[in-house]
């Protein structure tokens, strides 16, 4: 797969495109996405995000994770949802092709607890076979990214299953409770689904990766640094009152995306700058996949 390198990122010869997946996945996978860094080394973070699938091209490195271990990323990975921005260093030049899991792919994928994959990296082959190698060949070997994109769309159809009436219900409220409030209230998301606290919690772990209360400090988080990112706001704009004050606000935006509200607007990376692109795709994408 190649990219052609524009005018405006050929300089750091760093590109990043996104193909909208068809609309019969896209309640399970958000954009799937061509990564290029034609450098010898790529070091940066990216924000606390869904689960994603990540076929290595080209480059070998490393992920970072909160609690200090390194991982080394497989050829064919599956990286766990991430609960706070997570670090990467890749000896280059590096191209990945990857996707967004939403927690309805997760499920469909039958890929586990979600809890029990978070803030962790494994190999796709390990866990689900080596027809995943297949389609890390297949990738390489097509030059064409719409190609690739349709390659793979067909593959991933084939690895997914059943997914119950229940879980179908409790991810469409979950995920309209995250995107609807700008500071989400767990019982509000009790009053939707009719469970009980403990019920949402066990359900939010396994299939998001963390408990709710959590969910909702994330998602208000990476809402505020879009808003950030695109307007000159103060704080108290972006946040409103649900925060306690100023520190609160900044801390919570360091935590989530690595970057305090001033790095974000005036020093963020060129990956930073282009993953934020992913709120503007044009077509449909689940709504909470254009906020992480």
């Not at 586990?112 to 803030?119: C, E, I, T, V």
């Not at 305090?260 to 077509?283: C, F, H, Q, Y």
């Amino acid at each position: 797969m190649r990219h052609r390198f524009s005018v405006a990122d050929a300089a750091n010869m760093v590109a990043l495109s996104y193909f909208v997946p068809p609309a019969d996945l896209a309640s399970h996978f958000g954009a799937m996405y061509l990564f290029t860094a034609d450098q010898p080394r790529v070091a940066d973070h990216t924000r606390a995000d869904f689960a994603q699938i990540r076929f290595m091209l080209a480059g070998t490195g490393n992920y970072l994770f909160s609690d200090g271990r390194t991982v080394e990323t497989p050829e064919c990975c599956l990286l766990g949802p991430t609960s706070m921005a997570t670090h990467f260093d890749v000896m280059g030049p590096m191209q990945v092709v990857g996707v967004t899991v939403l927690p309805l792919g997760w499920a469909a994928l039958r890929a586990g607890d979600a809890d029990g994959a978070a803030d962790d990296a494994s190999d796709l082959t390990v866990r689900f076979g080596p027809v995943w190698r297949d389609m890390l060949l297949v990738l390489r070997s097509i030059e064409d990214p719409n190609k690739a994109a349709e390659a793979f769309w067909t593959f991933i159809r084939g690895q997914l299953h059943p997914v119950s009436s229940g879980e179908r219900r409790f991810i469409e409220e979950t995920d309209r409770w995250l995107a609807a409030e700008q500071s989400p209230r767990v019982d509000a998301l009790q009053d939707a689904t009719g469970l009980s606290a403990r019920q949402i919690a066990r359900w939010c772990n396994r299939l998001y990766g963390a408990p709710p209360k959590y969910l909702a400090r994330k998602y208000r988080a990476l809402r505020c640094a879009q808003a950030l990112a695109r307007e000159e706001l103060d704080w108290s704009e972006v946040g409103g009152d649900v925060f306690y004050d100023q520190s609160h606000f900044i801390r919570e935006i360091k935590h989530f995306t690595g970057l305090t509200p001033t790095e974000l607007r005036e020093r963020a990376s060129i990956v930073i700058r282009l993953s934020m692109n992913r709120a503007d795709i044009k077509g449909e994408i689940a709504r909470l996949s254009r906020i992480s």
